[in-house]
Each structure stands twice: as structure tokens, then as C-alpha cells.
Nanobody
Framework: QVQLVESGGGLVQPGGSLRLSCAASGIIFSSYIMGWYRQAPGKQRELVAVIDSGGSISYVDSVKGRFTISRDNAKNTMWLQMNSLKPEDTGVYYC????????????WGKGTLVTVSS
């Protein structure tokens, strides 16, 4: 059974930091592209950052220079270090694990809420 479990969300003031974790089980972690998505109230889910099995990384423009994605294949874990948080970073953050085509495997965690507010 595949499980992706996010943790580390919470309430933080603007300018603060949080570190999100995603612990994976039931998959060969090193074979998956891992990503963080977020969904703000009333908005569609968007990709925040992604890291592939070789360590190649990309970010959405709005978080470049503030967020850092990383993974440890030996620990089956991915992180998102979020610094200089802004109110517009508020939302539910989801962990995603997917294989490249032709493999259809695509899994989601249940999410962790990040609220940036004074």
C-alpha cells in the first residue's frame, strides 16, 4: 500500500520559515519524480517544486530563491524548506510521487496546511 505522509505545516508570520516533510512508503522511492503542490483557498492546485530521481530541480517562479526542495532516497523522504514566507504562500501543501510515462503511477498525500499570517 502506497502512503505519502506530509508533516511540518502550521501557522507562521510573514517572513518566517517552515520545513515540510514527505515520508513515502510502498514505492521504490528512487524511481519516482517527487513534487510539492499547493492549493490556496478558492484556487486550483499548482506545482510548487519538483525534484527527479537524479536530483534535477525546478520551481514555480513565485518561490524561486525562497524555497528549497530536497530528497534523500535512502530515507524515502522529501523536504521543502520555505523561507521568507508571504501571505500568498498560504494553502494546503501536497506531496506527489509519479513515474515518467509510460508508467501510470501517480500518488498523492493528504496534505498539510500552511498559514502565513500576522
Amino acid at each position: 500500500q502506497v502512503q505519502l505522509v506530509e508533516s511540518g505545516g502550521g501557522l507562521v508570520q510573514p517572513g518566517g520559515s517552515l520545513r515540510l516533510s514527505c515520508a513515502a512508503s510502498g514505492i521504490i522511492f528512487s524511481s519516482y519524480i517527487m513534487g510539492w503542490y499547493r492549493q490556496a483557498p478558492g484556487k486550483q492546485r499548482e506545482l510548487v517544486a519538483v525534484i527527479d530521481s537524479g536530483g534535477s530541480i525546478s520551481y514555480v517562479d513565485s518561490v524561486k530563491g525562497r524555497f528549497t526542495i530536497s530528497r534523500d532516497n535512502a530515507k524515502n523522504t522529501m523536504w521543502l524548506q520555505m523561507n521568507s514566507l508571504k501571505p500568498e504562500d498560504t494553502g494546503v501543501y501536497y506531496c506527489n510521487a509519479r513515474r515518467v510515462p509510460p508508467f501510470p503511477n501517480n500518488y498523492w498525500g493528504k496534505g498539510t496546511l500552511v498559514t502565513v499570517s500576522s
